[in-house]
């Protein structure tokens, strides 16, 4: 192919840019990635650079963004909004800090720099008129946006009216407006269960919520918000002097900042803040970031500095992260079948480099949203992975799609993968089971949950063990651990007599157990920790739940019909009835024992525990509360006394102060608790 000329190239990269835009910002449907966005962005600049002739008055890179949809009335801004220039790199990053240095000397050093989360929502900007929300409005193309005051009004984090005294008369607060992770998910399962089509992703779904005509359709949508700065006409003055004090003011205000910002005192700072962004904290956000924002804290120099070409302020700059999401084929839909008999379908992948990780498999949830997505094998899909979290396929790509020969639809299992037999469902849930307690997936699952951790706690036996054990045929179900030998063990590969005496004790301490941890180490469904715990406290004895009836579990506060059932129906399975037997034989404590505090500090209250707490586990906070005679549940309700507060609290937090429900932090906890800070 002949290679084209830079007139011809960049006429074609407008064009391509031009209608990226519009599929993104007008038709809230994006069909090129940041990431290719980005690539074609700088390729068009160089090409302008060496070419200044080129240089059109409609090409991207000078104008902000994309024209505002004709159905929603027009709101042109106090003062434009402005774009950030990007910096991919490190070595970017400090020819950016160069570029200041030429123009301010080392005054940018001095004042230092503010490092803050880019939020990859939608841009807005929120008008308070002496403090009071008048007017929100979508970016639009910088100058003029879209009229959303309805819509916004619907986010409860939008605050109606500022707090404080210090507001000026006419302002813009700009900010992003994002969904979280958690309630993205939550809203698609709802949507599934409704019959309706799942959305994308977390973005492009705030965006299209944000501009719906009708904002009781806005007002379902689990939407938040993030100010970032705030913009005055001439003559209005802003009372703070550097872009930290910026944020804290908006804070004062009542408006939310995004967390995890930081006051920088050089560049260096700003690398290590970067890289720990990138390589830990960004797996941990309930919401979507593409990178961080790093501006000159004083906002005097700021001024100074000014913008460049009208479009990007030479003061700020984003630097982006690499892509946590990435576009591969879907090779196969494999399923995995679980220690309840859940048939789990996941994703066999081209493989692909998401954020320096090859990725060959990814979570697909349920056959549900397969189907709502309309996943095909052979289809070109979305994969999203950010950090430690198990990458996950967002949906497909179907204009990628051969018309000619587009892929088969996927078909729902209707026998067990493992062992054949016929799946069964549930009306109520969206999962698919096998029902044969033997099926050989089930069995192998069923051992892994037993000795897991949190239930029977068998150091040593590994997932690996346990398929040898299995295929030596010296383990069938759990209770055959416990009729294991130093002799039988020693007779396998990769077994010493010190190692194989290690498991055979291990497995005799684990005896010790309460009736609790053996519950949830049954894995009977629907039987979590927290249920498995009220069971056996209530109870006090297998014995006693094993002859107790439906109503008999039902009237124990914090057990619904659904677990009551599922409990019932287990104890009345042969195959289970057969393995207690073997368990009691076998020697396992089959009781409770009663640990609460007389006169306990907690006594008849019931709690919830949201977010990351400073020192505790989830585990340790659930055993403080119970060894104060309090109780503690998965939601917040109106019967919840309180509600113990971590680092990234979500909507548990939400529903708390809605409900009017006290919250408190790890500290005051333990204090009555009677704990100290020392005591687990």
């Not at 209608?19 to 090409?47: G, H, M």
């Not at 379902?220 to 700065?229: C, H, N």
């Not at 000014?306 to 982006?320: D, F, H, L, S, Y």
């Amino acid at each position: 192919m002949a290679s084209t000329t830079p007139e011809r190239r960049a006429a074609e990269l407008r064009a391509l840019l031009h209608q990226a835009s519009y599929d993104y910002y007008v038709l809230d449907r994006p069909a090129l990635s940041d990431a290719e966005y980005d690539r074609l962005f700088r390729e068009l600049q160089a090409i302008e650079r060496d070419h200044p002739e080129l240089r059109t008055a409609d090409s991207p890179t000078q104008r902000i963004g994309a024209e505002p949809a004709s159905a929603l009335a027009k709101h042109t801004h106090l003062v434009p909004m402005i774009s950030l220039g990007n910096a991919f790199t490190e070595t970017e990053l400090a020819e950016w800090e160069e570029r200041i240095a030429r123009l301010v000397g080392d005054d940018a050093r001095r004042a230092g720099y503010v490092a803050e989360l880019k939020i990859d929502g939608t841009a807005v900007s929120l008008t308070y008129e002496r403090g009071v929300f008048v007017k929100g409005a979508t970016r639009g193309n910088g100058t003029v946006g879209e009229d959303v005051t309805t819509n916004l009004r619907t986010l409860r984090d939008v605050p109606l009216r500022l707090r404080g005294d210090d507001i000026p008369r006419l302002m813009e607060i700009r900010g992003e407006v994002y969904m979280p992770f958690s309630r993205f998910e939550r809203m698609n399962e709802e949507r599934v269960a409704a019959g309706e089509p799942v959305f994308a992703n977390p973005r492009n779904s705030a965006a299209g919520a944000l501009r719906q005509l009708d904002p009781s359709i806005t007002a379902k949508r689990p939407l938040r918000f993030f100010g970032y700065t705030v913009a005055a006409p001439p003559g209005v003055a802003l009372p703070f002097d550097t872009q930290w004090e910026l944020l804290e003011t908006l804070a004062r205000w009542g408006i939310p900042v995004a967390p995890e910002r930081k006051c920088c005192k050089s560049l260096p700072e700003v690398n290590e803040w970067c890289r720990d962004v990138e390589s830990r904290l960004r797996a941990e956000l309930d919401f979507a970031i593409d990178g961080g924002v790093i501006k000159v804290d004083s906002l005097r120099l700021q001024d100074e500095l000014g913008v460049v070409g009208g479009r990007e302020p030479r003061w700020a700059i984003a630097r982006k992260f690499a892509p946590d999401i990435a576009e591969t084929r879907l090779i196969a839909i494999q399923v995995n079948v679980g220690r309840t008999g859940s048939l789990n379908p996941f994703a066999v992948l081209e493989p692909v480099e998401i954020g320096g990780t090859t990725v060959r498999l990814a979570t697909l949830h349920n056959f549900d949203l397969i189907r709502a997505k309309d996943l095909r094998v052979g289809d070109v899909v979305q994969v999203k992975r950010a950090g430690d979290v198990i990458p996950q396929v967002i949906g497909p790509v179907p204009e990628r799609r051969d018309p000619k020969d587009p892929p088969k639809k996927t078909r729902i299992p209707t026998h067990c993968p493992s062992c054949r037999t016929r799946v069964e469902r549930d009306e109520e849930e969206v999962a698919i089971y096998c029902p044969n307690v033997a099926c050989p997936d089930r069995q192998l699952e069923a051992i892994v949950h037993f000795a897991s951790r949190h239930a029977m706690d068998i150091r040593g036996l590994s997932y690996a063990r346990i398929e040898q054990l299995i295929a030596a045929s010296l383990v069938h179900d759990v209770a055959d651990l416990y009729a294991l030998t130093v002799e039988q063990l020693t007779a396998l590969e990769r077994f010493a007599d010190v190692s194989a005496q290690n498991l055979v004790d291990a497995i005799v301490a684990s005896k010790a157990q309460p009736l609790s941890r053996l519950l949830f180490g049954l894995g009977i469904r629907h039987v979590g920790q927290t249920a498995a715990q009220l069971l056996a406290r209530h109870f006090g004895t297998m014995t006693a739940l094993r002859r107790a009836t439906s109503d008999d579990i039902l009237a124990l506060r914090g057990i619904g019909e659904t677990i009551a059932l599922a409990v019932v129906a287990y104890f009345e399975d042969p195959s289970a009835k057969a393995l207690l037997d073997k368990l009691e034989a076998a020697g396992l404590t089959l009781t409770e024992p009663v640990s609460v505090a007389a006169g306990g500090a907690f006594k008849g209250m019931t709690f919830v525990v949201t977010g990351t707490l400073p020192t505790l586990s989830r585990t340790q906070a659930t055993e403080l509360i119970e060894s104060q005679g309090g109780r503690v549940t998965s939601g917040v309700s109106k019967a919840t006394t309180c509600v113990v507060v971590g680092a990234d609290a979500g909507s548990k937090l939400d529903k708390a102060r809605e409900l009017g429900i006290e919250t408190i932090d790890e500290d005051e906890l333990r204090r009555r608790a009677g704990a100290s800070a020392a005591s687990t």
